[in-house]
């Protein structure tokens, strides 16, 4: 049975930089404020005239492309991970496959918020163990600067998140005990409406107008930080054990960069340094399904993640979702 590893990263961030400062311009916030409370320094939001969600995952999937050697044409299959696809139907990963101009494969979309990556490794990694494909692309992109609540009623939310892009391609090894080793999926719906948006839905859609309140995100963010910090190193624990690993194992943990305070919860909970978590919240915000793909291709770049070590990929989110992946690299 062939294993699944990751052969090619890349990301992709739209041009425009927006710091805590310019949200104290719109918004009654403080730069001191997000910063003890969230470690963010700035985040990056789309110019609507040149990005799309689509389109930027499909800049990333390009970068994944040459980094992998291959051309768009080795592609086998497209996993499409977001929160905020550029309709609401079809999904993104249609858009992507005719952006890349592949002839008709397959594209899945996964909306599993910011677990949503970590999701679709898994589903790519179980096709590639049946023998079914033998390349697959696995992207999370996200928009969230269009659907935010951008005044003080929203500042909770609107703070936090930001827009970007990361892709991966997934193939197939022999190679023993190389690539994904095991994945692991949680999920707990009776905590949905702690982290959504309510509308629009087929609830809501017969109305004509809706409430600003249920357009935009609403966060309970008490209640998430506190699940967070325990489902992060229970799912984290969960895949090390499966593989007769301990925290001190582990080469580098990409965590989902939900707040710099979670990820440094993690950390002192189990007993990491700082040279094995990786953080880049502090420049991107939280982009949900596009976090863990935009950090592990920041990681790799910098030459953080090398052959033979071992990588941990966790994530919590919306749903509540959360997830965790091991890869020996
Ligand atoms: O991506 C996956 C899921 N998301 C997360 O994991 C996020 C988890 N939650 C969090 O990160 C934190 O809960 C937040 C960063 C969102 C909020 O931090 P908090 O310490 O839980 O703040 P809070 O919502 O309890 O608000 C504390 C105070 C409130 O004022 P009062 O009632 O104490 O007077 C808020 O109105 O801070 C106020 N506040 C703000 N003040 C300035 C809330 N947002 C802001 C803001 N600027 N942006």
Not at 63 to 72: D, I, T
Not at 244 to 253: E, F, R, T
Request: glycine share 8%; hydrophobic share 40%.
């Amino acid at each position: 049975m062939p294993n699944s590893y990751i052969a090619g990263l890349g990301h992709y961030l739209p041009e425009r930089m927006v710091t805590n400062k310019d949200l104290e311009k719109i918004m009654d916030t403080t730069d001191e404020w997000i910063v003890e409370r969230t470690g963010i320094n700035s985040r990056h939001w789309a110019d609507m005239s040149v990005d799309s969600t689509s389109n930027m995952g499909t800049r990333a999937a390009l970068k994944a492309l040459k980094n992998a050697n291959l051309e768009a044409s080795d592609v086998d299959f497209i996993i499409f991970c977001t929160l905020s696809p550029d309709y609401s139907f079809p999904g993104g990963g249609v858009m992507v496959q005719e952006q890349l101009g592949i002839d008709t494969i397959g594209a899945l979309d996964i909306r599993n918020q910011c677990s949503g990556f970590v999701y679709g490794l898994s589903v790519a990694d179980q096709f590639i163990k049946s023998g079914m494909y033998k390349t697959i692309l696995v992207i999370g992109s996200e928009i969230h600067s269009t659907g935010l609540d951008k005044t003080t009623r929203g500042r909770n939310v609107s703070v936090i998140f930001g827009d970007g892009a990361g892709a991966a391609v997934i193939r197939a090894t022999d190679k023993p005990g190389h690539g994904v080793l095991s994945t692991h999926l949680h999920s707990q719906g009776k905590y949905a409406e702690e982290l959504v948006v309510l509308e629009p839905g087929s609830s809501s859609l017969n109305r004509t107008e809706y409430l600003p309140e249920k357009i935009y995100p609403i966060m309970n963010g008490s209640n998430v930080f506190k699940h967070a910090v325990t489902r992060f190193p229970e799912v984290i624990m969960e895949a090390l054990n499966k593989n007769g690993y301990s925290p001190s194992d582990i080469n580098l943990l990409i965590p989902h960069q939900a707040n710099l305070r979670i990820s440094q919860f993690i950390q002192k909970t189990m007993h990491l340094r700082d040279d094995q978590v990786f953080n880049n919240i502090m420049k991107y915000g939280n982009t949900t399904a596009a976090s863990v793909p935009i950090a592990l291709s920041e990681a790799w770049q910098e030459g953080k993640v090398k052959e033979g070590d071992l990588i941990c990929l966790a994530a919590f989110g919306s749903g509540f979702t959360w997830a965790s992946a091991l890869i020996r690299w």
